[in-house]
DNA sequence: TGCCGATGTTAACGCTCGTTAACAACTCTA
DNA sequence: TAGAGTTGTTAACGAGCGTTAACATCGGCA
């Protein structure tokens, strides 16, 4: 049998198709799904278009396990975080999370935010379940802060947050990383506890 | 000759023209440019693709059109909001006008905020000129209600509250217009304050 | 040593894209 | 009423897309 580019089933971490994820997110994420070919992605790589076809079974498959992989990542150490029993500190370590996530990853940020609707349906779902329960990690915090504060309104909140901290890739500014985190800290930290 | 699909001449206001910029709007704001054809463009008016032509010269120019329209839309009454001597009041002016505009054209926000480089040359200068000069409105509202503050630094603030506003299009959660504007102004205007 | 799986290549496929050409219908107006 | 301009149509173009097929190379191992 040739190679099998089934989904991420935890073989040796094969290096190639890590490089490919990652010159792809890039791409994705400046030009837009639709606006990267199969062969920009193989030559950002050095290979030719083709060749992809080793390591992944299309081009939707790429962005499903981009996406995935995010969304695991993100739910995962949120989950931890938030377990913190003092809501307080449970939402600073939540910030912190998130915005290193984001200072560090600006163009998976993108396409986590964006190119959902590209994925094709089996793995969007999960996709989607994973992005929202993430997005309740959060919720559940806020409440515990601020019992008595609506559903809806806490989740908006939330979503509002999360264009606040996810327009670092777009401004990127002269800020060093660390006044860019402090600031983005700060805002988002003063923006929540606003909301009654 | 046939017509004359050249830029925003001020004519007398061409319907068809508007119908196709709002309908590529929505279009654009959930595809992505690349990901909306000619043909899919026409469909949504209820015509043919290549019948597009006889009003624009081409996809780009319709993108090109739009986010020149609203870039002088959003700077030409941000200017007027920040003439408020008191800083105070106007950077409250500044946020119902952003808040008020990205309630009511989410698909605009959006498409103004992530498409800007898939439009031709000689008009992406002007439109992102546009743009910048909003962000300096904001900016130099900020520093007058906090002098000292450093321009790189709130030029950031102004960015991270521009994310923080311009989510409305994919939370639209089931708050009410009245609910999520306060709730937006809330939060903007904490973050805003914030920053020192 | 000879084979086999893994990982590349080039060539070719069917399809869709943006765009243009050629033509038709309708509305004004001289 | 003839003619011109406007706005639509269908047909056709060349280019580029995602994908598959066929073949080459190379390393590890029976």
């Known amino acids: 049998m040739t190679s099998q580019p089934a989904a991420a089933l935890e073989g040796p971490p094969n290096p190639r198709r890590a490089e490919i994820l990652g010159a792809a997110a890039e791409l994705f994420a400046r030009r837009g799904y639709h606006g990267v070919s199969i062969g920009d992605l193989g030559r950002a790589v050095g290979l030719t278009g083709p060749a992809l076809y080793r390591h992944f ?33 449970a939402l600073d370590a939540l910030l912190h999370w998130h915005i290193a996530f984001a200072l560090d990853n600006p163009a998976l940020i993108t396409v986590h935010e964006r190119e959902l609707d590209n994925v094709p349906e089996p793995q969007r779902h ?47 500014a002269g800020l060093d990383r660390e006044a860019m985190g402090g600031l983005l800290h700060t805002m988002a930290r003063a923006a929540l506890e606003a909301v009654r």
């Open 57 to 89: 079974s299309g081009k939707d498959a790429v962005l499903a396990e981009m996406l995935l992989d995010i969304s695991e990542r993100l739910l995962a150490e949120g989950v931890r975080r938030a377990a913190d029993p003092d809501p307080g500190r």
């Open 126 to 172: 999960r996709i989607r379940r994973l992005q929202r329960a993430y997005v309740e990690e959060w919720v559940a915090v806020l409440r515990r802060l601020n019992p008595g504060l609506p559903a809806g309104r806490t989740r908006a909140a939330v979503h509002a947050c999360f264009g606040l901290l996810n327009s670092t890739p777009r401004s990127a």
